[in-house]
Structure formats: C-alpha cells, structure tokens
C-alpha cells in the first residue's frame, strides 16, 4: 500500500478504470445496448409496469420503486433547488411518450451489486429495455436528450460515450438548442 502514496488520486482512479474495463472486456465487447437480451426466469421476473415518470432519466415502476437510469444524465427539471435546464423539458416528454404505462424489463449492473443496485438518494440504478427490445438509456443519449453520466463504471459506458459523441456531431436535441456550459 506504500505505492499509493507516490501517485496521485486521478493517476489512481485511472488506474481503477482502466483495470475494471480491462476485467470487463468481454461484457464490453459483447451485445450492445440495444441488443435484444436472452430471456429467463430471472429476465422475466424483471417484467415491471411503469406507474409514473418523474424527470428524463427517473421512473417509477409498479409496484412504487423509483428507478434512475444508469448511465443517463438528462437535464434537471425537478430539483428542488434548481431551476429547469435547457432541453429538460422535452426530455422528461421524451421518457414519458416512450414508456409511460408501457411494461418494460429493468436489468441491473454488476458493476452496482456492490452498493446493493440504489444510489445515495435508494433509487434502484438500471437498465429500461422496451417490449420491442430497445433501450431506454441508450435511446436518450442517441437522441440527445442527455448526456452520457460517466462518473461510475458500468457496462456500457464505451458505448454510451460514443452515442453521445455521435449525437454531438450530428447537432440532436440538447445539442443544437443549448448552450454549451
């Protein structure tokens, strides 16, 4: 442990990065997001209604937990502090046009197992995958109504970067109408 104080707190976290996607190069370079994932009983018991969509990136699902959607970080217009932001608005139509009252699989992360899948405010951290297979996480950032939130490893973070790039250059949603902060 002596070595770790001859490096820096970002030389080190890079390092915790790297070695994670390094150990998880197989997931990585497995199915993407949209991929249709293989069912089984524990997929099927996945099977949730959404009951309620707070913001771009939180839902509700029967029956009453409250899921923030890993990897997706839409702009704010429900803080209690905060004043709506720039395209928060058409993200929260976005999610509530697409899944509202719509049955919809929630997959979890290894990467969360640790902290129980909930963040700090107990909401369930996932993955929405529609009827038709494709995912609501990735299908934000595509369209671009949020950012990529890569604060925390998770599995699809190479890919979710590259959407977001992607929908960057292609100037979508928050993109061409908000200015860059």
């Known amino acids: 442990m002596l070595w770790l104080t001859a490096v820096s707190s970002k030389t080190y976290s890079l390092f915790v990065i790297l070695a994670w996607a390094l150990f998880n190069v197989g997931n990585l370079a497995g199915a993407g997001p949209n991929a249709h994932v293989a069912e089984s009983p524990e997929a099927e018991a996945a ?11 939180t839902i509700v699902l029967s029956p009453k937990e409250k899921v923030r959607l890993i990897g997706v970080d839409t702009p704010e217009t429900v803080h209690p502090k905060k004043m709506v932001k720039c395209y928060g608005n058409e993200a929260k139509e976005f999610t509530r046009s697409t899944v509202a009252g719509q049955k919809v699989r929630l997959a979890l992360d290894d990467a969360n197992a640790a902290r129980r899948h909930k963040d700090r405010y107990r909401r369930t951290l996932g993955y929405v995958f529609l009827q038709n297979g494709m995912m609501l996480n990735a299908e934000l950032i595509r369209r671009g109504f949020a950012h990529a939130y890569t604060r925390f490893p998770f599995r699809y973070l190479v890919e979710f970067r590259r959407l977001e790039d992607d929908a960057r250059h292609r100037g979508v949603g928050l993109w061409s109408s908000c200015p860059v902060s």
């Open 47 to 57: 099977v949730r209604q959404v009951t309620h969509v707070v913001d771009g990136d």
